[in-house]
């Protein structure tokens, strides 16, 4: 088959015209043709691949004929008309069954009929049983009426075009409703001016709507009321400016369902164009809505939120309960929480307590529901603590008192709520929970007014709040109940201050009165003894007792007495850099006779010149060497030996007092430094205080240092303490160079530094002793100091504040009011204001003011000065 036949049958096939029904329009040409030329038969035949079909035919009964015995074919084979006017005589028809056989056909005219694309499809033709003549006027009218039936053909494929089109149309619209109407999300179509066209049924569902309930309706009566109002403005705007907010985007807005109740919807919107061939009309503008309803959502959105908040709750609760309850914030707290997580307007949270023995709420939070005076006054005395609620027939009661779960969302018609107070504000939804601790009601919270029903989960869901409120509770009670406890302690230790203070003062006066007959009794047994009548051995002995009976007295008030000033903080000592080997060398000194006597020798291990100064009041350090080594002395073995060292390091000194005496058992160590603790050595004949080293311990403790002992039975003990280094004073010294440098000649003022601390003597010793000018006296008391200023007076008086027995201000006084020392100026003397509590007023009767450690220059000129004005006066 050539490659025309192929598209020839191909356009036959595309047209749908084979095995049609008649068609008037195809039957009034073949009848026009048969009159016309007065033929017995007229047809149109369509010729396929095997045969030719009728499309309408006239004077045959047959619809079809084999294409092979066909003349069309021949008419299609040649694309051109076909005339066959004796068949008979025609070698190509002449065998042709229907020319020899029936219907015996002699004459055909047929005429090409063509596709709309131009492809020969068969022929109008007419057929006679009779020979005929076919001139060309005859032709060109079959030809004519053959373009008739193309212009059919072409209407037939226009018309199947049509259909097809329209069937795709159908389909289309059928799919879309399908998608429309049966869509899950709503539907909503509405056109430019909000108007709407067309819902489906899920916004009917969501939004309680029929559909032509909203057909025509403004898209706003789905919308909350502040947003409707927008949304005409809104569309206008959009359409005017193309500025979108939610067209193209999609996001969560609130519809309004028909019962008024507001739905989280997400809505995104597509703005539609329809081309309304139609110039003079601009083409239609359309949005359509898609609504998905979020309410299932945001309900787990909510929950979570609330999830978190309550976690939040439980988390800030547990961890800064400390904070909540000392700031008294926690009931607050918790109120706040309940009414925020339950999304409630009112709280109150309590706890039981029992009053009577009976159950009773303390109102430790409530929210304010004031309404008037009277309930004000009520709410105060409650939340003070002034009034306690504790009838068991109320709401809260039955709560309480109970441990009743209480639920009520219709108080109004509730029996129980006439026990609510007059004018309370009104009560629609109540929830009462019990807060137990192992199965006991320590407290409860209400909670009042929330937009929704209470109910049993809710109760659930709070059921971890509750526990935390049972825990924070507790903790409350246990607070509460420590810082009583607190607070008795401190007022028994205010009290346990009270006394001691009212002690030392006892202890003081005491020791002054004691002090007083006691110096008359030793000075008068001295005079027994060294009268000029000699005593007898009797009396000799008794007069000796009375002296060491009275020495031992007195140092035992001594003892007592700076215990107890050092106990009511009353001692002070003066800190300066101190030359340790003075201090040891001095108490040996002291010490070396009553060593003898006991036949104990005092030994110093190497001393190491480098020794750093320490820092220390002398005289005190003295006393605590003193104390020391003569217990050394006291408690040791016959011919025993006690021996003093040092060592230092980068920070202090240690002092060791090593004995060979009767040793500590261990069990008593920890008792020896309490005062009047003799740890048995009172049965023995060792006199003692049993003060001596919690006194030692003191002072040391004062100076800042450390004090211990190692000790062992029967062998000795070795006590130690450490001091801490002195800064260095190098630097003042070396200054005072330049300053002695200038100064020179014979001595031409005396001066006497009456100073404890054998340093400072010899520093300034040194000092003025270079100067030249200047010849200086040292002594270290203020008793020895007063004697030699009244036998020798000198031109001025350095006086340290802080000196052994009788203090620098005491001494000042005394030459003051001595007419033989009135016009010395005394300078005073001091490692500083506030270390000794000096003040100003103190320093007015002084005639200067001088502080260690010592800037040597500056010293120099305020003593020459002082000097020199003194001079001038005389
Ligand atoms: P006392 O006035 O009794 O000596 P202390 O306070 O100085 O008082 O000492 C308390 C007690 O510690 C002494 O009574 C003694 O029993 C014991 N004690 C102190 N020093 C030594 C020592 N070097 N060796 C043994 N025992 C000592």
Redesign the pocket.
Known sequence: MNTTEQLRLSALDTLNLLDTPPDAAFDNLTRLAADVFQAPIALISLVARDRQWFKSRVGIDTSETLRSISFCHYAVGSQSMLVVEDALTDPCFAQNPIVTGDPGIRFYAGAPIHSPDGHVLGTLCILDKQRRQFDDSARRTLTLMASQVDQLIYMHSQQQALDQATRKTYATRARYEAVFKGAAAGIIRINGQGLILEINDSTQKMLGYTADELMGQNVKVLMPAHWGHAHDGYLQAYQATGKARIIGKGREVQAKHKDGTIIPVHLAVSEVHYDNHDDSQPNTREFIGILSDMRDISAIRHSEAQERALLQVLHEGLTDYHALISGNTLWRFLKEALKNLTGSQYALIGEVILSDDKPALKIHAMTDLSWDESLRQMRDRLMSGAALLSNPGTMLGRVFTRGEVVIDNSMDRNPFSETVPKNHPVLHRFLGVPILDRGQVIGMYAIANADHDYDQDLVKWLEPFNSTCALLINLYRQLSQQQAFMRELQEARDLAERSSQAKTEFLSSMSHELRTPLNSILGFAQLLRNGKQPLSERQQRQTDQILRSGRHLLNLINEVLDLARIESGHMQVSMEPINVGDALREAIDILSPIATQHGISLVIQHLDPALPRVMADYTRLKQVLI?LIS??I??NKPSGQVTLRCTYNEQSVSIYVK?T????PAEKIND?FMPF?????ESGSIE???????LTRKLVELMQGRIGVT?QQDQG?E?WFELALAPSVIATHADGQTLLATQHGKPLWRVLYIEDNPANQRLLHDFFDELGDIQLQCVHSAEVGIELACSDPPALILMDIDLPGMCGFQAQQMLANNPLTRSIPVVAVSAGKTAHRITDEQLTRFAGYITKPFDLPVLAERVLSLLKNTLSAS
Not at 661 to 664: L, Q
Not at 677 to 681: K, P, Q, S, T, V
Not at 688 to 694: K, N
Request: no cysteine; proline share 0%.
């Open positions: 104390n217990n050394g006291k408690y004995d005496g009767i040793g500590i020896l603790n003799r740890l048995g050595a003692g205080t049993g003060v001596g080293l919690a000790s003990s006590f």
